[in-house]
């Protein structure tokens, strides 16, 4: 069993910060690609950023304000926003590529982590 716990959600003014963090614990040989999406309401889910070793990702509406970063030591990948928007307001998913215990790759989601930024 593969599980994704986020953390740090919550209500903050515009130009304010957050960060949020996501664990991925259970049976995990390998892990690719973390990374963290977005849905408000009425609209689909969007990608935010993407790690991998490579390198991370960002979505164009993003870049300069957030930072992902990860610790492959504990599994975990962080989402720093910073200069916070009020159309930043959304569930933020965690999301990771990994290998299981069952020897198979694929994606895994977290349950979710309500940001609010109020005007």
């Known amino acids: 069993q593969v599980q994704l716990v986020e953390s740090g959600g919550g209500l903050v003014q515009a130009g304010g910060s957050l960060r949020l963090s996501c664990a991925a614990s259970g049976s995990i040989f390998s892990i690719n690609r973390m990374g963290w999406y977005r849905q408000a309401p009425g609209k689909q889910r969007e990608l935010v950023a993407t790690i991998t070793s490579g390198g991370a990702r960002y979505a164009d509406s993003v870049k300069g304000r957030f930072t992902i970063s990860r610790d492959n030591a504990k599994n975990t990948v962080y989402l720093q926003m910073n200069s916070l928007e009020p159309e930043d307001t959304a569930v933020y998913y965690c999301?990771?590529?990994?290998?299981?215990?069952?020897?198979?790759?694929?994606?895994?989601w977290g349950q979710g982590t309500q940001v609010t930024v109020s005007s």
């Open positions: 999301n990771a590529y990994l290998m299981s215990g069952t020897i198979r790759w694929g994606d895994y």
